[in-house]
């Protein structure tokens, strides 16, 4: 198989699996604990299958392994739970900042519209910000002084740092 096609084939599959994530979100309500519980550890089961076809799929070959980083980064991040919304791994797994630039620019519309509190919205946005800047994107300065801020104060169940489990994510890439 050629590497475009399997460059394709696997984006697909990710978005697929990324997909899957954002519907048993969607169908929380609707699920009992354990049932959601379940389908949750099924999907990030396969997502760890994903993560080792990505690795015997690259090992040993560089241009392959340049061009699947990005999926493996954000399937990293994915397992880790770095990113707990699945459109924001979505879309850094794509690699489309302006579509998160999107996402954010909505995120804080809703506040002001109060659909959400800033609270609400606070985790959402770290993600956001954070996925931006590791995928090479400029934030302001109002933005990185509140992405250190709430870094520095917000952790996530494992007790890791947000930010700094996906800057470890990275320099492990």
């Given amino acids: 198989m050629s590497a475009p096609i399997l460059v394709k084939n696997l984006k697909q599959q990710l978005d697929r699996l990324f997909s ?18 379940e389908t ?5 089961a396969q997502l760890k299958e ?7 799929a690259t ?18 991040a994915a397992i880790s739970n770095a990113f707990k919304t699945p459109e924001v ?8 900042p302006a579509q998160l630039r999107t996402l954010l620019t909505q995120l804080d519309r809703d506040v002001v519209l109060g659909k959400r509190t800033a609270e ?18 400029q934030i302001s300065n109002d933005e990185e002084l509140f ?3 709430s870094v520095n104060l917000q952790t996530v169940s494992s007790g ?10 990275v320099q492990n890439k």
């Fill in 50 to 56: 994903f993560q080792d076809s990505l690795d015997r």
């Fill in 40 to 44: 949750k550890e099924e999907t990030l």
């Fill in 89 to 96: 791994m979505r879309l850094f797994a794509k690699q489309e």
């Fill in 120 to 137: 609400e919205s606070k985790q959402d946005k770290i993600e956001i910000l954070t996925a931006l800047k590791k995928l090479g994107q």
């Fill in 160 to 169: 890791e740092v947000v930010g700094d489990h996906v800057l470890g994510l």
């Fill in 147 to 149: 992405l250190q801020s």
């Fill in 20 to 37: 899957q994530l954002a519907d048993l979100e969607e169908c929380r309500e609707d699920l009992d604990d354990e049932e959601y519980e």
């Fill in 59 to 76: 090992s040993g070959n560089i241009t392959l392994e340049d061009e699947l980083s990005s999926l493996k980064l954000a399937t990293q």
